[in-house]
């Protein structure tokens, strides 16, 4: 198990000097901005989902709006010119 006094001494001068000198309310500050960018992640994830099954419904309603115009004309008679 590693000492809890060496545990981060690999870490930068910089950020050792930045954790140190954090006050109580910029932890919980800090917490609560990582639960934030966690959920736009999610809500980003799911707005792409919805934006590409809408452009695929989109594709397939006009695909399907094709074949039924070919569809009808293979019943329309041929008028002759």
């Known amino acids: 198990m590693t000492n809890a006094?060496?545990?981060f001494d690999d870490l930068?001068?910089?950020t050792k000097d930045f954790?140190?000198?954090?006050r109580e309310e910029e932890i919980d500050t800090l917490s609560d901005?990582?639960?934030?960018v966690g959920a736009i992640r999610t809500?980003?994830?799911?707005?792409?989902?919805?934006?590409v099954g809408l452009i695929g419904i989109f594709a397939g309603?006009?695909?399907f709006g094709e074949s039924v115009m070919k569809i009808?004309?293979?019943?329309r008679?041929?008028?002759p010119h």
Do not use: M, Y
């Open 12 to 14: 930068p001068e910089k």
């Open 72 to 75: 009808l004309s293979w019943f």
């Open 33 to 36: 901005g990582i639960r934030l």
């Open 77 to 79: 008679p041929i008028v």
């Open 43 to 51: 809500v980003g994830t799911f707005v792409k989902w919805v934006i």
């Open 5 to 7: 006094a060496h545990r």
């Open 61 to 63: 309603i006009v695909l």
């Open 19 to 22: 954790l140190t000198n954090l």
